[in-house]
T-cell receptor, first 113, second 112 residues
Framework: QKEVEQNSGPLSVPEGAIASLNCTYS??????FFWYRQYSGKSPELIMF????GDKEDGRFTAQLNKASQYVSLLIRDSQPSDSATYLC?????????????FGKGTTLSVSS | EAGVVQSPRYKIIEKKQPVAFWCNPI?????LYWYRQNLGQGPELLIR????????DSQLPKDRFSAERLKGVDSTLKIQPAELGDSAVYLC??????????FGQGTRLTVV
């Protein structure tokens, strides 16, 4: 079982809709969770992080964490064509070498105007 | 504040040739990562440094890959000899212990 799982998509939503991106992880000891956005041909950029169970909101973005279910999600409200990108879920795992930042494969989001 | 700087941005080499990538992390960041990203995949961790110590190199193909981080600042990742399957984007990232990582622009390697 891969440590961080994401549906590769593509996820297609119309402009103005809510996009929901999901991620599951295998290690119950995981402590920190991150969402990165990656435009085609560019490097990943951090958009959200969350450490505690519940919701965390930042503008149009909301990260949700449920440690009991080992599930983290990202909601994008009022989706814009400029949100079209690949969204990478990253989890900070505690392994033998300390903490390691492990990424999922990413979910491709397409927002149509 | 300058971000993570990588060079070169692009590199094309013939198989069996050596290649090296350089990374300058954000000032003050003790943690430095090297990731490899294949098309359509997420970044895969190759090696992680805490200061000058490689604390996690379990995914680094040590028969052909090597890395160093002298003085706990800049880092170099080397491949010798390169194989066709090494074609990918090599990403360097830095951060403070236990926090988020910030990425450089990456080096796109093409092995022909």
């Amino acid at each position: 079982q891969k440590e961080v799982e994401q549906n590769s998509g593509p996820l297609s939503v119309p402009e103005g809709a809510i996009a929901s991106l999901n991620c599951t992880y295998s290690d119950r000891g995981s402590q920190s969770f991150f969402w990165y956005r990656q435009y085609s041909g560019k490097s990943p950029e951090l958009i959200m992080f969350i450490y505690s169970n519940g919701d965390k909101e930042d503008g149009r973005f909301t990260a949700q964490l449920n440690k009991a279910s080992q599930y983290v999600s990202l909601l994008i409200r009022d989706s814009q064509p400029s949100d079209s990108a690949t969204y990478l879920c990253a989890v900070q795992l505690l392994n033998q070498a300390g903490t390691a930042l492990i990424f999922g494969k990413g979910t491709t989001l397409s927002v149509s105007s | 504040e300058a971000g993570v700087v990588q060079s070169p941005r692009y590199k094309i080499i013939e198989k069996k040739q050596p290649v090296a990538f350089w990374c300058n992390p954000i000032s003050g960041h003790n943690t430095l990562y090297w990731y490899r990203q294949n098309l359509g995949q997420g970044p895969e961790l190759l090696i992680r440094y805490e200061n000058e110590e490689a604390v996690d190199d379990s995914q680094l193909p040590k028969d052909r890959f090597s890395a160093e981080r002298l003085k706990g600042v800049d880092s170099t990742l080397k491949i010798q000899p390169a194989e066709l399957g090494d074609s990918a984007v090599y990403l360097c990232a830095s951060g403070s212990r236990g926090t988020e990582a910030f990425f450089g622009q990456g080096t796109r390697l093409t092995v022909v």
